[in-house]
């Protein structure tokens, strides 16, 4: 199958293309930005160079949140555009489960390690979910979830490893073991994760699925609400 895959739930731009028999191509832009402007460019621009024409796509994958909310938007309109032409099969995962999928596992010697993986969700907040490796690959402990920032350290376990831009946000002085590691999700895992078959990747069929995932409201909706609040 001829695949194409897009991330833009994060300030990385990520697209890769998986032709049938070659080799995986990926390309990244910088920047929250710049997602609208150079989205479509990068696709033309993989595509020319397996020789492939939009058509000839046999399926697409998705990041569908948390995240920027602009670039989740910007990403699902791209991919609706291409449907409207001709349906194809989709395919999406949530962004903290791409991120924790392009982590390796623990050495033989601490198998009992935890990820935790968190993202800034802005205002004070993270978007943070919990995963245990098993059987090769790190399992999800719970739901993907909205926790504010000085509330993150009692949630994680003492041996658990944080990755993810939300790392900066966290004291690392109230933990016991950290990573440093700033991880974004990639568009090339997406594809990794459809060849393993990997539960995370989950086919897009209902409506609903086609929309991102925010897990909370927009900072306007917030304010707004938080102005009715308090008269």
């Known amino acids: 199958m001829n695949l194409l895959a897009i991330e833009t739930s994060s300030s990385t731009l990520s697209v890769a293309i998986k032709k049938t028999g070659a080799k995986l191509r990926h390309a990244t832009v910088q920047g929250y930005m710049k997602h609208a402007e150079n989205l479509l460019p990068v696709i033309d621009r993989l595509l020319k160079k397996e020789k492939l024409k939009i058509g000839d796509i046999d ?3 998705i990041s ?3 995240g920027s909310f602009t670039g989740l938007r910007i990403g699902f309109s791209t991919l609706k555009g291409f449907l409207a032409t001709r349906p194809r099969s989709c395919y999406g995962a949530f962004s903290l489960d791409v991120i ?6 623990p050495g033989p010697s601490n198998l009992t390690e935890s990820l935790t993986v968190c993202v800034d969700a802005r205002r004070g907040k993270l978007y943070a979910r919990s995963y245990r490796y098993h059987k090769k690959r790190w399992a999800a402990c ?7 920032i000085h509330e993150i350290a009692s949630a994680l376990s003492r041996e658990s490893r944080i990755v993810g831009d939300g790392f900066s946000k966290i004291n690392p002085r109230i933990l016991i073991a950290t990573s440093n590691d700033s991880e974004v999700p990639r568009a090339a895992t997406l594809i990794e994760l459809f060849e393993a078959k990997d539960p995370l990747l989950k086919e897009l069929k209902r409506p609903k699925e086609f929309l991102p995932v925010y897990l909370r409201r927009s900072e306007p909706e917030e304010r707004l609400s938080e102005k009715k609040k308090h008269g």
Do not use: E, Q, W
């Open 142 to 148: 719970g739901p993907s979830r909205v926790v504010p």
């Open 64 to 66: 569908r949140g948390p």
């Open 100 to 105: 924790a999928a392009g982590i390796k596992g």
């Open 59 to 61: 399926a697409f994958l």
